[in-house]
């Protein structure tokens, strides 16, 4: 299947970036970037195109790689010396299930959604990276997370600038994308504030309800974020997320790897991509 038969182009001209509509369309995502730390377009991704997308990953389902373990958003840091009520000190259900790319059949329309060309350009405009290519990771360069019934993704920070999602299908009930725009900055966590997220007092906290076929692209190394519990529902919360760096051939660590795909033998210290 053709990627550009994919996407509305009518609606979203990622085809033309140097039209005046191609540009206007850039423009108003970075702006939305820069102010709200969320750039998404829905229906992105024309309803039958999405139906097949979806189908593609459905039969893999049973072999994704479950996690489910506690976790801080600080994990890479020492935490003892904190009050046991601090944000610090918190920790959070984080469960799911991953499917990476090497699961993906040959024929998967997949890999060439992620590798056309004319996306990763779209993407590298609104990011205003200088060079961006697709990651060359066998296992994380493309990946699904899938939130079934009381599944959560635990409130985190993201170790990169430039996560970019497709969500593919929504839960019945629960599962929103929740974040705070810009919470932390370089010099203060501010966790007075991350505490009142914690306990979901927080005005800060957005909550979007992100519809099945939105392209998505976010600013998580400063902006908290999670995926709220999911709760009853006939079927999964399912995103795709794309990788990219701006070198060519990028490959995640052994470790990062190691923690998605055999995570009962990895402590767990990084931080989840989305
Ligand atoms: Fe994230």
């Known amino acids: 299947m053709d990627p550009s038969s994919l996407i509305d182009l009518d609606r979203y001209p990622i085809d033309r970036l140097d039209a005046p509509d191609g540009r206007a369309l850039v423009d108003g995502l970075r702006h939305d970037l820069d ?10 991704i024309r309803p039958q195109a999405l139906a097949a997308l979806v189908a593609d990953v459905e039969p ?15 994990g890479w840091m020492d935490n003892s010396g904190f009050p046991e009520d601090h944000p610090r000190r918190a920790m959070h259900r984080n469960s799911g299930r991953t499917i990476t790319r090497d699961m993906l059949v040959d024929e998967s329309t997949w890999p060439r ?13 609104v990011l205003g990276f200088e060079t961006l290519h697709c990651s060359a990771d066998p296992w994380l360069s493309l990946e699904f997370h ?11 920070y993201d170790t990169n ?5 497709l969500l593919l299908q929504s839960p019945d009930e629960g599962g929103d994308f929740e974040h705070v725009p810009f919470l932390r900055d370089e010099n203060d966590e501010h966790y007075d504030e991350v505490a009142r997220v914690f306990d979901g ?25 999670r995926v709220a519990p999911v709760g009853h529902t006939a079927k999964p919360r399912l995103i795709a ?4 760096d701006r070198e060519p051939g990028m490959v995640f660590p052994e ?20």
């Open 201 to 225: 007092s927080s005005e800060r906290i957005r909550r979007l309800p992100l519809e099945p076929g939105t392209f998505a692209l976010f600013r998580g190394r400063r902006s908290i974020h």
């Open 241 to 244: 997320l794309f990788s990219y």
């Open 113 to 125: 959604l992620f590798e056309w060309p004319v996306l990763t350009e779209f993407v590298r405009r």
């Open 146 to 156: 899938i939130e079934a019934e009381n599944d959560q993704l635990a409130w985190h």
């Open 35 to 44: 102010a709200g730390a969320l750039a998404f377009l829905p229906g992105f």
């Open 161 to 165: 600038d430039g996560v970019v999602s």
């Open 60 to 74: 893999l389902f049973p072999q994704a790689h479950r996690r489910d373990r506690m976790r801080t958003p600080y």
């Open 255 to 274: 470790a990062t790897v190691k923690a998605v795909i055999d995570p009962d033998d990895t402590p767990h210290t990084g931080t989840p991509a989305s």
